[in-house]
């Protein structure tokens, strides 16, 4: 559950950036219709995709909280269509920009490194013993939700 619970940190991070938390959650903006916009994006990833040798991304690009982009390119096994709809699990790759977006935060004065969680997700177990800066070093205590749920897809 710990990982579930530091994927909640990460969104409540991003939600950061912009504002401190609602009190209620708002409907989603429509997506945008810039197709220019768009267009340019897509260029970019196929582009990138044969430049790096990349077999399949899958993206979602938002301007100013509209939806602008949501797509899947390539195959994520031979043969495999890539699709919005997959998942994967990035790995520790996400605790270095997950700590580069908090130290941003704490540059900007939103948040501290010595903030209890619990300030931003109580509900979180012992979420008034960890501190923000322990979940971007690592030293939180909290366990890889992937081995502590069995109901991980």
């Known amino acids: ?48 995709m044969a430049k790096e040798h990349l077999k399949a991304v899958v993206l ?25 709809a997959m998942h994967f699990r990035n790995g520790a790759v996400a605790i270095s920009y997950v700590a580069t977006l908090l130290l941003r935060l704490v540059d900007r004065g939103k948040v501290s490194l010595d903030d209890k969680l619990s300030k931003w997700l109580p509900d979180v177990p012992n979420s008034d013993r960890v501190t923000l800066g322990q979940l971007a070093q690592m030293t939180s205590g909290y366990v890889d939700y992937v081995i502590d749920n069995t109901e991980f897809d």
């Open 1 to 48: 559950m710990a990982f579930r619970r530091l994927l909640a940190v990460v969104s409540a991070f991003v939600v950061l950036t912009a504002c401190a938390l609602p009190t209620e959650r708002p409907s989603p903006p429509p997506p945008t219709t810039d197709t220019a916009k768009s267009d340019a994006v897509v260029r970019i990833v196929t582009d990138t």
């Open 60 to 84: 979602r690009v938002s301007v100013e909280g509209r939806e602008l982009l949501t797509r899947a390119f390539g195959d994520s096994m031979t043969g495999v269509p890539a699709t919005t």
